[in-house]
């Protein structure tokens, strides 16, 4: 998890340079860089960030309080606006300018970088991959280029706001009705801001993470201590107190950076208290203040933005590429480290520390031009084919990627069209607004007419299986109508607790039973979901209640349709074929990717062995007369190793979410008409 301002402010005068918080600076980088190399090593390193935050906090607050007491208000503006344009955009407008175009030279599909890349230049990437995270197909963070930016944009509205609150606050005439003010004010905005964090975190994290609204009490903090610790002073009673404090504190950090990331939001507000009380307490001549202003250790918080910005690039591109092992580190960490240094050396320090031409005013106007030259050139690489840089070989497939699973398919042979995104709830929002679902514009076959019915239910793996019942539908005449809802519960009485709430409940109250009055005896719901979900790595309390209530919703189900004499079928789990969250490119042998086990995901015993307690459901659910399970485990995973191609040569899956390619499909679909012409 990314991370902020890396770069330490100049000091508003040499007695006021701390550099013990270099030194911080330096612990923080560290664990974040561990963090993203292994998090299994550092679960909560990305907790370096929030050091980041209450820093940034803190030296903004000193930098303003110290400088620019005179002048107009427009003046005070153009100062602080400049000064930050200076630190950040340099460093970061070439890092994109090399990442953008590296991660085109390797990634088939960079759109979802490219984007973020043009909205970091803005400061406004925080929002983007919100957004993105609230996606049902959001591309993997880890794959994502400029994910770390989100902090850089979290930083920048902040910049936006505080020069207007601490100015109007009237500090240039009166100190001590400012401190007061600001207080006032800051901390009735912090309070807020760490009450909406709190309540998001279990229920919409994402929103907790990125938004800078329930990110503000940590700068808010920040800014708080700055005002107390300049009034009050930082003196301790005893150096021997401050010195086992601070080494309490240091100790505390580490320990903190070992929680699981299940206490994530209680381990922010630790690590948010420890800096504070580290900021403030910590003396010269304590062994914590001598290990933080060691020579060594300030270089590093020096240069920890441009770390910061080159070692997440460089790492994922080696997920691109070579991948990430243990032999790979060392390397990874000597490019991060030769393009830090190179970075800040030539680029950052030169440019923020010179005197650019014309003024603050111009300053502004040369960060929007970059931005905007940057934009172009991403733009243009996304838009535009004859421009790719692609530097590998596309993947033959007929339809990639999750925008194919709603595209329409024609029937000729029955003249039958599915109308894609008609016969889909795509979100909360349609559910709101009370999308019909027709069965005309989502069967093939004729429905009236048709031998027998199959109405196909499901989440997005039931869109994946369109191109399944060809066979069925032509030379067994039946017709298949196949709606799906993104992220829908399997059964109605597992509870959808995400985004996709809203969908799931209308899709099973509303769109699933007005589709099934229509059925006849005889005729077939084939439910077609991916259940991974419910066969996790390890075994939890929450897992078996799942399942308990999958057997119940199946159960159910099952007998109110046996009633009508409608049977019913269940496909099976699948191969865990999505932790691999590699895209069809990566099943393609490319000549930068030179090792295969780019694309690991559990083999065949480690899959049967996790999916057992499904199996034991799914095998006393088949036990019903009316009721039968398609299982297609062996077509995925012929082998010992489960992968990405079929024995033939086929690429089995469509995207990185593990749905099935139409190739896949059709190798599916005779052992799909078995099961549904069975007697």
């Not at 940034?56 to 930050?84: D, H, Q």
């Not at 400061?123 to 930016?149: A, K, M, P, R, W």
């Amino acid at each position: 998890m990314p991370q902020v301002k890396l770069t330490p402010d100049p000091p508003a005068s040499k007695s006021s340079y701390r550099p013990e918080i270099d030194g911080l600076r330096a612990i923080a980088i560290i664990a974040i860089i561990i963090n993203h190399f292994n998090e299994e090593i550092l679960p909560s390193g990305y907790l370096g960030v929030d050091i980041f935050f209450v820093i940034s906090g803190f030296v903004t607050t000193s930098s303003l309080i110290a400088k620019n007491k005179s002048g107009s208000f427009n003046e005070f503006l153009l100062t602080f606006y400049a000064r930050r344009i200076k630190r950040i955009v340099p460093a970061l407008i070439a890092f994109s300018l090399a990442a953008g175009i590296a991660v085109c030279m390797f990634d088939a599909s960079p759109a979802t970088s490219l984007k973020t890349g043009i909205a970091s230049a803005f400061g406004t990437s925080n929002l983007i991959l919100f957004h993105q995270s609230v996606d049902y197909f959001s591309d993997s963070s880890e794959l994502n280029i400029f994910t770390h930016t989100w902090s850089l944009g979290v930083e920048a509205q902040f910049y936006i706001i505080f020069p207007l609150l601490i100015y109007l606050s009237g500090f240039k005439n009166q100190i001590t009705s400012f401190r007061k003010k600001m207080a006032v004010v800051i901390g009735f905005l912090s309070s807020i801001s760490l009450i909406s964090f709190i309540y998001f975190y279990p229920t919409n994290p994402s929103a907790s993470y990125f938004l800078f609204a329930t990110r503000f009490w940590e700068l808010g903090s920040g800014v708080m201590l700055c005002l107390f610790a300049n009034a009050k002073g930082r003196a301790f009673s005893s150096r021997r107190s401050a010195n086992a404090l601070t080494l309490l504190i240091i100790i505390s950090m580490v320990i903190t950076f070992y929680l699981p990331i299940t206490l994530a939001s209680l381990s922010t507000m630790i690590i948010v208290s420890l800096t504070l009380i580290l900021v403030n307490y910590i003396q010269p001549e304590t062994e914590v203040y001598t290990f933080l202003t060691n020579p060594k250790v300030i270089y590093i918080g020096i240069i920890s933005y441009s770390l910061y910005l080159w070692h997440w690039g460089i790492l994922c591109i080696s997920r691109l590429t070579i991948g990430i092992h243990w032999w790979s580190i060392p390397i990874q960490i000597a490019l991060t480290v030769i393009a830090a240094v190179i970075s800040f050396r030539y680029i950052e320090s030169p440019l923020r520390f010179s005197k650019w031409p014309h003024g603050n005013r111009q300053s502004i106007i040369y960060w929007l031009l970059a931005a905007s030259l940057i934009s172009t050139l991403f733009f243009t690489l996304m838009k535009v084919p004859n421009f790719s840089i692609y530097m590998g070989n596309h993947p033959p497939l007929i339809a990639k990627g999750v925008l194919s699973l709603t595209e329409p398919y024609h029937l000729p042979e029955t003249n039958s069209l599915w109308q894609g995104e008609r016969c889909v709830l795509a979100g909360s929002t349609q559910a709101r607004a009370q999308k019909r679902i027709s069965i005309e514009e989502c069967t093939l076959g004729n429905f009236s007419e048709a031998e027998r019915r199959v109405a196909v239910f499901g989440n997005s793996f039931s869109a994946a299986f369109v191109q399944g019942f060809d066979d069925l539908i032509i030379s067994d005449g039946y017709a298949v109508t196949i709606t799906s809802s993104w992220d829908a519960s399997p059964v109605q009485e597992i509870p959808n607790v995400g985004s996709f709430a809203e969908a799931s409940n209308y899709y099973w109250n509303s769109i699933i039973p007005s589709i099934v009055s229509d059925l006849r005896p005889g005729d077939w719901v084939f439910l077609i979901n991916d259940l991974a979900w419910l066969s996790p790595e390890n075994i939890t309390k929450e897992s078996e209640e799942n399942l308990k209530k999958l057997a119940l919703g199946l159960g159910s189900l099952s007998d109110e349709l046996s009633a009508k004499g409608i049977r019913l079928a269940v496909l099976h789990g699948n191969p865990f074929a999505r932790e691999a969250y590699c895209k069809p490119s990566a099943a393609v042998k490319q000549w930068f990717q030179p090792f295969d086990n780019t694309c690991e995901f559990p083999n065949r015993a480690q899959s049967l062995a996790r999916r057992a307690g499904l199996d034991t459901v799914l095998k006393a659910f088949a036990q019903k007369e009316n009721n039968r399970v398609v299982d297609l485990f062996d077509l995925f995973c012929p082998g010992d190793r489960c992968t990405y191609t079929a024995p033939t040569g086929e690429i089995l899956y469509r995207d990185e979410y593990s749905h099935p390619s139409i190739e896949a499909v059709r190798l599916s679909a005779p052992i799909i008409r078995q099961i549904l012409t069975s007697h």
